[in-house]
């Protein structure tokens, strides 16, 4: 069993802040794992590229490495419930630049720290919880809470590109799954469906109570979604006869991607390529918006290959 950390309300400013940190004294939260024990399990690629390290506000960050990888599902896959509308083609992407990414999403603990507000109180399919998810979070409040941390840090903190979340959530790996291609074991791995909702458990769960992807990254399959900096579109089809680099999705448009599902999505719906939009009159759960956020490595972070 993984070592936790000690769940201790930090000091915040402000009203909304001060209830929060109350409302967490009748009871602490679920635990987490903690920076130790992430730090030691870090994959070799991960530990020849950075440390991992927890930021001011307790967000703990892993190292990603640069890399090629491929990105969505190929059209003429056998998986019958891939949707290769949204996902094909089948395309390569080098991510040229390592980075940090969180190993969770935002925590209500976190969000309150930095914003000052809980959008998710005394909404449907939540529970309060410092190690909880945030959700009912826009993408607008998302960009802003990434600006706000990185001038608390002077560090560059942002949402994940679409790619940069596919890569990271793969791990290295090709499979439908970060832990392969069926989803008997996912069960293990993440809040979809058959283990919440239909269980009755209608809201996100606490961070660190599944198994982390091979990268350390917790929750990548469900709990909640997670929004990109993309705009959406489909992917090009000239995108099969060449390599992308640092794909950034399209200048214009008005819907914004997620990723991962979230705890109320059918396993489909989790897949380490499945695509979600939000915004639109037809698929708005406001309960499953949620982020985690990349941090981007000063040049001393970077370590030599050679």
């Known amino acids: 069993m993984a070592p936790f950390q000690r769940c201790t309300p930090q000091r915040r400013s402000g009203l909304v802040s001060l209830c929060f940190t109350v409302s967490l004294l009748a009871g602490c939260s679920d635990p987490s794992p903690s920076l130790s024990f992430i730090a030691s399990s870090l994959a070799p690629e991960q530990r020849e ?81 410092a190690n909880t998810p945030a959700t009912y979070v826009s993408h607008k409040k998302a960009i802003e809470f990434c600006r706000r941390l990185s001038e608390k840090e002077d560090r560059i903190y942002r949402l ?42 209608q809201y996100p769960h606490p961070w660190g109570l599944k198994k982390p992807n091979h990268w350390m990254l917790y929750d990548m399959h469900g709990n909640v979604c997670e929004w990109c900096s993309d705009k959406y579109a489909l992917y090009p089809t000239t995108l099969i006869k060449k390599v992308t680099t640092d794909p950034k999705g399209p200048e214009k448009g008005r819907l914004h991607v997620w990723r991962g599902g979230g705890f109320s999505s059918n396993a489909q719906d989790v897949r380490s390529a499945t695509r979600h939009i939000s915004g639109g009159s037809h698929f708005r759960p406001e ?4 982020f985690r956020v990349v941090c981007e490595m000063k040049k001393q972070n970077i370590k030599s290959s050679d």
């Open 287 to 290: 309960y499953l918006a949620g």
């Open 160 to 201: 994940p590109t679409e790619a940069e979340w596919e890569y990271a959530c793969r791990g290295g790996t090709v499979t439908v799954f970060h832990f392969g291609n069926k989803p008997f074991k996912l069960d293990d791995y993440g809040w979809y469906f058959n283990n919440a909702y239909k269980a009755k458990e």
């Open 49 to 129: 590229t950075g440390q991992a390290f927890e930021n001011s506000i307790g967000l703990i960050f892993v190292p990603i490495p640069s890399g090629e990888f491929q990105m969505g599902t190929s059209s003429d896959t056998k998986v019958k419930w891939s949707n290769t509308k949204d996902e094909s083609p089948l395309h390569r992407v080098q991510i040229s630049t390592p980075f940090f990414m969180s190993v969770s999403e935002v925590t209500q603990e976190h969000y309150t720290m930095v914003m000052d507000e809980t959008p998710w109180l005394d909404e449907p399919l939540t529970k309060e919880s």
